[in-house]
């Protein structure tokens, strides 16, 4: 997870408390919830200029804030996404 | 002068489309007397009667191109002129029938920009059917199976089945549902309360299945607020708006559309009520002096006469935040103030008018009237939390300094 990720992510997580955000760290636990999740996607594509492919907007994409930014450093480097058919993901 | 178009964030189906109506660029300012958006709205409401019902009043808009002109491009998935939305507010509110001025500003702020998701040859007709004034368009969230305040646990279900769509459930307090063409309902394709389970379904009325009644309400009676049912309708998947799991963040992009216009419309109608109060103050008489000239009274109309000029400032403050900065949650605080606000100043209004504002159409009722604007899209308490939840952004910048 690069810096701007976490940047753009922790103000969202009203929960977290100081210390480093892990990629197991549980979204939902830190205080996001659904509709805040809407918010955070706006701010994820603002930030990267990008637009989530439709195969990532699930609930196991936004579990986690490593499952997050898989699918984040997927469309910005051109790789199929956690989510990609195939992968297994939910 | 400041820029008060409003680009919701960027979607990747906001694209204007061939073959939609209305698609020339409407010039920004007026170009001579009478030729700009203020004179084309005064010739479009000037000739209907006073007891004009929203399906006249749309068609009017329509017809006079006062519907396309709300959008830069002519296009519903054009940025939003939020001037020229607030003047069509009060214009319309100046009318005094609150339930038309619902039914449009529903279509205006959200539906139609929701519609302009839609690809496909099939929703373009419904876009340029409305945009024109040919039919009206209901928006269909709140469900019959959970509180509007709680989107995410709605029941009504699309499914897809032998390559149709399935929709079953209900809707209910649906502004526009009776007498609109087309029915933008929002439900669950996944189980779950994650906001990318949900899909919007385009509806035409008249599909087998859907049942239309009226809400038990004599409020905002020209509305044509209803409760819808879905059962066993079927219809084929070009009838799906937007991308896959996107429905519930398409709605929020449009939202602070819709919360600027009710601002806009809660000023013009509380200005609107302060004028008649303050009429009928100067006309009634008690121990020999106008009422107007008790010192009690005076305060009290001042004190609703501040609230509404902080609001006014505050849709200013609010409208710049959102179009520079597209930060929602500014949004939400202006619905937040709008509830609290308007409440309070047309409740008192009520009570200076003393047994006046009983009449048929009298301030009491306009109150009652008004209560949808802390309800509807959003009910004050919810927008509350969401105030709380964003605590440290509005602390941050009150406490700054240039």
Request: net charge negative; with cysteine; glycine share 10%.
């Amino acid at each position: 997870m690069d810096e701007r990720f976490t940047a753009v992510l922790l103000p969202f997580l009203k929960f977290h408390t100081d210390g480093p955000l892990e990629p197991e760290s549980d979204l939902r636990g830190l205080g996001l919830d659904s509709m805040q999740a809407i918010d955070l996607l706006f701010a994820i594509e603002d930030a990267y200029g990008i637009s989530l492919p439709d195969e990532a907007m699930n609930d196991t994409t936004f579990a986690t804030a490593g499952n997050l930014w898989k699918e984040v450093s997927a469309v910005l480097t051109g790789q199929p996404g956690a989510a990609a058919p195939g992968t297994g993901a939910a | 002068m400041s820029d008060t178009r409003y680009a919701p964030p960027p979607g990747p189906d906001t694209q204007a489309r061939p073959g939609d109506a209305n698609t020339t660029p409407v010039p920004d300012a007026p170009d001579a007397p009478g030729t700009g958006f203020a004179g084309r709205l005064r010739r479009a409401l000037e000739p209907l009667p006073d007891d004009a019902g929203a399906a006249d009043v749309w068609r009017a808009l329509g017809r006079g191109g006062i519907t396309a002109a709300l959008y830069a491009s002519g296009h519903p998935a054009g940025p939003v002129e939020l001037d020229r939305l607030g003047a069509l507010l009060a214009a319309l509110d100046a009318r005094g029938d609150n339930g038309v001025t619902l039914s449009v500003l529903v279509q205006t702020a959200s539906a139609l920009p929701l519609l302009a998701n839609a690809p496909g040859e099939r929703c373009a007709t419904a876009r340029a059917r409305v945009l024109a004034g040919d039919a009206r368009v209901a928006l269909a969230a709140t469900d019959e199976g959970a509180p509007g305040s709680d989107l995410t646990a709605l029941t009504t279900r699309v499914a897809v089945r032998g390559g149709q769509l399935a929709l079953d459930g209900g809707k209910r307090w649906i502004t526009n549902a009776l007498g609109a063409g087309y029915l933008l309902v929002l439900a669950r394709q996944r189980p779950g309360r994650h906001f990318t389970g949900f899909s919007w379904v385009l509806v035409p009325a008249d599909t087998p299945g859907v049942t239309v009644t009226p809400a038990d309400t004599s409020l905002l009676a020209r509305s044509g607020t209803g409760h819808l049912r879905f059962d066993g309708v079927r219809l084929t998947p070009d009838h799906m708006v937007g991308r896959p799991g996107r429905a519930l963040a398409d709605f929020a992009r449009h939202m602070a559309t819709e919360r600027i216009a009710g601002a806009y419309w809660a000023v013009a109608l509380t200005s609107r009520v302060l004028r008649a109060t303050q009429d009928r103050l100067a006309h009634r008489v008690a121990d020999g002096r106008p009422l107007w000239q008790n010192p009690v009274v005076r305060r009290d109309f001042a004190a609703c006469l501040v609230r509404v000029t902080q609001l006014r400032a505050l849709l200013d403050t609010v409208t710049r935040r959102v179009t520079a900065d597209r930060d929602l949650a500014w949004a939400g605080l202006l619905k937040a103030a709008v509830g609290l606000e308007a409440d309070a100043v047309l409740s008192r209004c009520a009570e200076l008018q003393g047994a006046d504002g009983m009449a048929a159409d009298g301030a009491h009722r306009i109150r009652a009237e008004a209560a949808v604007l802390g309800i509807g899209g959003g009910a004050t308490d919810l927008m509350l939390a969401q105030v709380a939840d964003r605590a440290e952004t509005f602390l941050d910048v009150l406490g700054a300094h240039p």
